[in-house]
């Protein structure tokens, strides 16, 4: 509901390092909220969580992902940190990309497209994509046709997320068989893709499903 201070992120990585008893070695920043629109307090917390008298968690272990905010992709490529970025993509077109992530409507996919190609000239570092499909939203074959076109010839990995069902969004997931089908062609059309992982699915802890049950009970 409000951007985290640095030393609030960083105390999110202590409280779970202490509950699985276990080093955390990696760390993906995304989920309810948009990392780079609290730009100076994400900075402070990567340099924190990296540095010897931190956590010592190296810059390679940790990805950092945006829904596309031009500008401080632009400024977070003159860091250099080896760091994996993520763009949250979800549509190949601008026409479906303006409705699932209004960003759009501010920053076009040519200039996102832009800023990514300028991002890996500066860094060397490959770029992921983060693509949640969703039944007959964004699935089409004709789709994965699309984003093959829009990701041709970038330095860059595709990651197929399963969209979780949340309530009151009016999206259910694409099928399994779809979700590789979806997949196939990609990787026929030469891009590196991978299918997400699931976890907490089954009891509504996956991402945006903890967040989205709150604010039903807040307002409740």
Do not use: W
């Not at 276990?22 to 629109?37: T, Y």
């Not at 891009?191 to 802890?205: M, N, S």
């Amino acid at each position: 509901m409000r951007n985290l201070s640095p030393g609030e992120i960083y105390d999110q990585v202590l409280v779970i390092q202490k509950d699985c008893g276990e080093r955390i070695s990696h760390i993906v920043i995304m989920g309810a909220g948009e990392p780079l629109d609290n730009y100076d307090n994400v900075m402070k917390f990567l340099e924190n969580i990296n540095a010897g008298y931190g956590l010592n968690i190296g810059y390679r272990h940790i990805t950092l992902s945006t829904c596309g905010l031009v500008p401080k992709i632009l400024e977070l490529a003159q860091r250099k940190l080896p760091i994996t970025l993520a763009i949250s993509l979800h549509a190949p077109e601008d026409s479906l990309r303006d409705r699932l992530v209004p960003i759009n409507r501010r920053y076009k996919l040519g200039e996102l497209m832009d800023a990514c190609r300028r991002y890996i000239e500066i860094t060397g570092r490959r770029i992921t994509f983060e693509y949640a499909l969703l039944s007959d939203v964004n699935d089409h074959m004709e789709q994965a046709k699309k984003l093959i076109g829009l990701l041709k010839g970038l330095l860059c990995h595709v990651n197929i997320i399963p969209a979780n069902p949340v309530e009151g969004r009016g999206f259910e997931r694409t099928s399994q068989e779809k979700v590789q089908a979806f997949k196939e062609v990609l990787e026929k059309g030469g891009l590196a893709v991978t299918v997400r992982r699931e976890l907490g699915t089954d009891i509504d802890a996956a991402c945006g499903q903890l967040r989205r049950r709150y604010e039903g009970r807040e307002n409740s």
